[in-house]
C-alpha cells in the first residue's frame, strides 16, 4: 500500500510530466510554424501583410473590439494556411506522382485559404474607411520623414523576405 508521502511524490513526478508533455506540445507547434515559415512564400505573404496591417492599424486608431476583429482575421487566415500546408504534407507523402484527386483537394484547400484572404481584405476595407481618419494617417507618414523611410524599408525587407528565403525541408 502507498503511503502519503509516496502518493505526493508521484503525484507530483506526474504533474512535472503533464508540464514537460505540455511544453513539448507547443514546441511541436512552434516548429509547424517555422516549417510553413521556411516552405511556404504564401505563409510569408500572410506575415508581411499582417505586421503591415497592425502597424497601420496603430496608426489609425482602432477600437478595442476593431482590435479583436483584427486579430481574429489575421489568426484565421494564418490558420488556414497552416491547414492548408499540413494538408498538402500530408497529400505529397501519399504520393508524389500525379493524382487527380490529390490536386483537386490541395486547389480546394488553397482556395478557402484565398477565400478567407479575400474576406480579410473586405474586412480591412470596412475598418479602415474613415476618410478622416485616413487622412491622419497620410498626413503622418507625410509629416514624418523617419516613418515614411521605415515603411520603405519595410516593404523593401518584406519583399526580401517573401522571396528570397530557399525551402530547407
Known amino acids: 500500500m502507498k503511503t502519503d508521502s509516496s502518493l505526493k511524490k508521484s503525484d507530483n513526478y506526474k504533474n512535472k510530466n503533464e508540464f514537460l508533455n505540455l511544453l513539448k506540445s507547443f514546441t511541436y507547434a512552434f516548429n509547424g510554424i517555422w516549417y510553413a515559415i521556411k516552405n511556404e512564400r504564401n505563409m510569408r505573404i500572410h506575415i508581411c501583410a499582417a505586421v503591415f496591417v ?3 492599424a496603430i496608426i489609425y486608431g482602432l477600437s478595442f473590439l476593431q482590435y479583436a476583429v483584427l486579430i481574429l482575421t489575421i489568426g484565421a487566415v494564418i490558420a488556414a494556411e497552416l491547414f492548408n500546408t499540413a494538408l498538402e504534407a500530408c497529400l505529397n507523402l501519399y504520393s508524389k506522382d ?4 490529390i490536386k ?4 480546394v484547400s488553397a482556395a478557402a485559404v484565398l477565400i478567407l484572404a479575400i474576406c480579410s481584405v473586405f474586412i480591412a476595407f470596412f475598418m479602415f474607411s474613415d476618410i478622416k481618419k485616413l487622412t491622419g494617417v497620410f498626413s503622418f507618414l507625410t509629416a514624418h520623414l523617419w516613418a515614411m523611410a521605415l515603411f520603405i524599408l519595410e516593404i523593401i525587407i518584406a519583399v526580401i523576405f517573401v522571396f528570397s528565403v530557399k ?3
Open 167 to 169: 525551402k530547407k525541408i
Open 104 to 107: 483537386v483537394s490541395k486547389d
Open 54 to 56: 497592425i502597424e497601420f
Open 98 to 101: 500525379y493524382n487527380r484527386l
